[in-house]
Nanobody, 116 residues
């Protein structure tokens, strides 16, 4: 299973970015998806998840600013990030958790840098 992320970059505080994650070649709709991030010197943390049934969950620090839509027809999951803060600076990773095998897969990560 291959996860390919894109859409990271440099943005000023208060701006927006949209990350995309493509997962080709699988039955995408039955899997739970998520975004995690890892800032320098910190552990990787959960940002947002969306289940196969489209139930979403967000870490408190991004609630109301980020959304995690998915497009099952395109095998894509997104992370729409608004009102970005310097504290959101991190490498963002796409995550898939199989609902059939329980296995977890990761993308290569994409850098998001928010300048103050």
């Amino acid at each position: 299973v291959q996860l390919v992320e894109f859409g990271g970059g440099l943005v000023q505080a208060g701006g927006s970015l949209k990350l995309s994650c493509a997962v080709p070649g699988i039955t995408f709709s039955i899997n739970n998806m998520g975004w995690y991030r890892q800032a320098p010197g910190k552990q990787r943390e959960l940002v947002a998840t969306i289940t196969s049934g489209r139930v979403t969950n967000y870490v408190d620090s991004v609630q109301g600013r980020f959304t995690i839509p998915r497009d099952n027809a395109k095998n894509m999951v997104y992370l729409q990030m608004n009102s970005l803060e310097p504290e959101d600076t991190a490498v963002y990773y796409c995550n898939l958790r199989s609902t059939t095998s329980g296995q977890t897969y990761w993308g290569q990560g994409t850098q998001v840098t928010v300048s103050s």
